[in-house]
């Protein structure tokens, strides 16, 4: 069957068209985009699946039934096909453990987060669409649409406990899978985890996919489409009114920053109090995550997670950046470890977590279109990746089994997003006034002398290039282990003159690390991952000059020790290999996928 695919092209509009983006005095204005989109064809290949009978499951699938948070990205390419591997295994449920709160180690709330049992699988085949649900912003829907929202949340929460489709069974696929429930089968305590990986934007389209579809049965409306919170845009970035105003309200959650409430989001975490800034700040981030800092898919994507890997090997750009800011912003300092959305056993339990993920989504959808010369092939042909399987309980409590490889046209899955105005998209910080000479801070120690380090406090550091002036080139931040219980972030600034730590909008600015309290059941210390960054579009804001070394600045968001980074160096981006000859390396049943990843 053929499915649509969106090819889309930018078009600029000026800044003073649109008097509802906010810019500050010290940067000049930025034209805004809308992304323009037409249908054209491609092939569907959810047909390539067979049927499975019911009462077995492929050793090849993978159950995930949750969704997430956090990360740093990855070393591998993203069109290279790996040595032989399998796609991470389905856990079994029979040996489904019970989730631990690290705080005082005892079940959960009492409660079991596993999934209700059943052998009844079968392959899920997407439905032709006839409608096409388009996922309004949730700043600009109407009293009617609240209505329907607000009904179809209660009526799942008023469904029987057991029922798979209940809100806290929903919630429950975040708890079981980031605490610690599920083991990798045949590997020991080794943990199943979609974080931190490249499973986290493909499952948590499923996951949403899902709940959405249950949401419309509930009213007997299946053109209903999630609310997506569109945070990246200045007039979406507080929280919905719909989620806040009502105490009685289905969509309520009491467990929420009280603080926060009605303030502009915080993206880069940093306390900064003048709103210009942080709106200013949250649109460089938005342009780094998206644009500046990407110099491969795998760096927006997360890291390569296969048959016998270690969880959590490295989140993309939007997962450790724009999207655990927002779950640790929300979430509450009164509780004991940040509940509801700032922990990721809770996380699904507050309504606004569906609401934030159908943006970071959107994020997804928007990487896949924008226009970028310099990565013009944004396809993963991994067959390890592709073939990733996901179990879900459908809109009729039916157990079905999903792929990675259908989730990469989502008009294809029947949903589409409103066109909302994209300031972030040439929110590319100004080039510093005069060039930082690095004599001016030759107190710096290199960096060979420090490592491995232990980040309680800010550090300033050189760090030799693989060649003088400029180049293309990455920073690696290596073995990073954090202690898994506690909210963790540092920024990373280069040549930094002005060491104003609430200033993230300027050329200095290269990116971020971040994650959320979690428990994996093998202990309080996640496994170690590593962070790439790209410095070519930074050295060109800086003018770099003929310096053979630049001066790193880690600046901790995070009160008191926790992290340790085990070594930093700059290597040459990697020369991509023939998108064709990866994907011709793929077996059979993957090489067909023609939509990006």
């Known amino acids: 069957m053929a499915s649509l695919y969106l090819s889309c092209a930018t ?3 000026a800044a003073s068209r649109h008097p509802h983006v906010i810019t500050t005095h010290a940067k000049p204005s930025h034209p805004l985009h809308q992304i323009s989109c037409s249908s ?3 092939q569907n290949h959810s047909d390539d699946t067979k049927p499975q009978g019911g009462k077995v499951i492929d050793r090849r699938n993978v159950l995930l039934g949750m969704g997430g948070l956090y990360g740093a990205a990855n070393l591998v390419s993203g069109n290279t096909p790996a040595a032989s591997a399998n796609p991470i295994l389905p856990p079994e449920l029979n040996k489904c453990g019970t989730a631990t709160n690290w705080n005082n180690g005892e079940s959960l709330d009492g409660i079991n987060c596993c999934p209700p049992l059943t052998t009844d699988i079968i392959d899920y085949k997407l439905p032709p669409v006839f409608h096409m649900k388009i996922r309004p912003s949730a700043h600009r829907v109407s009293a009617e649409y ?7 949340t209660d009526r799942m929460k008023r469904l029987p406990a057991n029922d798979p489709r209940n809100f806290m069974q929903q919630a429950n696929i975040h708890c079981a899978y980031c605490n610690g429930a599920y083991d990798q089968p045949g590997q020991g305590t080794l943990d199943i985890q979609i974080h931190k990986c490249w499973l986290f934007f493909p499952f948590h389209r499923w996951y949403l996919y899902f709940y959405e579809r249950i949401l419309g049965k509930l009213i007997g409306d299946p053109t209903f489409a999630l609310p997506f919170w569109n945070w990246d845009n200045p007039k979406g970035m507080t929280i919905p009114p719909m989620f806040v105003e009502d105490p009685r309200s289905a969509l309520y959650d009491r467990k929420r920053n009280q603080k926060h409430v009605r303030s502009v989001v915080d993206l880069g975490l940093t306390d900064a109090t003048d709103t210009l800034q942080v709106v200013s700040n949250n649109l460089t981030i938005m342009h780094n995550e998206m644009i500046r800092g990407i110099s491969e898919p795998l760096d927006f994507m997360g890291a390569r997670y296969s048959e016998g890997s270690d969880p959590n090997p490295g989140e993309g750009s939007v997962e450790r950046g724009s999207h655990t800011a927002i779950h640790a912003w929300v979430g509450d300092p009164e509780q004991p470890t940040g509940e509801d959305l700032g922990n990721f056993y809770s996380a699904g ?17 928007l990487w896949q279109r924008l226009p970028n010369n310099k990565l013009p092939d944004k396809r993963i042909t991994d067959p390890d990746y592709l073939n990733a399987s996901f179990l879900f309980y459908d809109e009729n409590a039916q157990l079905v089994k999903v792929y990675v490889r259908d989730t990469f046209d989502n008009r294809r899955m029947g949903f589409d997003y409103e066109r909302i105005d994209l300031p972030w998209m040439d929110y590319r910080p100004p080039p510093q006034a005069a060039r930082t000479k690095i004599n001016k801070v030759v107190d710096a120690p290199n960096a060979k002398t420090l490592f491995p380090l232990k980040l ?4 300033r550091f050189q760090v030799d290039k693989t060649k003088k002036g400029k180049a293309d080139e990455i920073l690696v931040l290596e073995n990073i282990t954090v202690d898994a219980s506690k909210l963790l972030k540092f920024d990373v600034f280069v040549n930094d003159e002005d ?6 909008d300027k050329a200095s600015y290269l990116g971020t690390y971040a994650q959320l309290p979690h428990k994996p059941r093998s202990g309080t210390t996640s496994n170690s991952s590593s962070i790439r960054l790209k410095l070519t579009d930074l050295y060109d804001d800086i003018d770099i000059g003929d310096d053979d070394t630049i001066v790193v600045t880690l600046v901790p968001r995070h009160q008191g020790p926790g992290v340790t980074i085990g070594g930093i160096k700059i290597i040459e981006n990697p020369t991509k290999p023939n998108p064709t000859d990866a994907a011709a390396a793929a077996d059979t049943t993957t090489t067909a996928a023609t939509s990006s990843g």
């Open 40 to 42: 054209t064809t491609s």
């Open 499 to 504: 060491d104003n730590p609430s200033e993230l």
């Open 146 to 152: 609240m209505y329907k929202y607000n009904l179809a």
């Open 456 to 459: 309680d406090r800010v550090v």
């Open 349 to 365: 339990r507050d309504p606004l977590f569906y609401c934030h993920h159908a943006n970071v989504d959107r994020m997804w959808y």
């Open 11 to 13: 078009t600029t509009t």
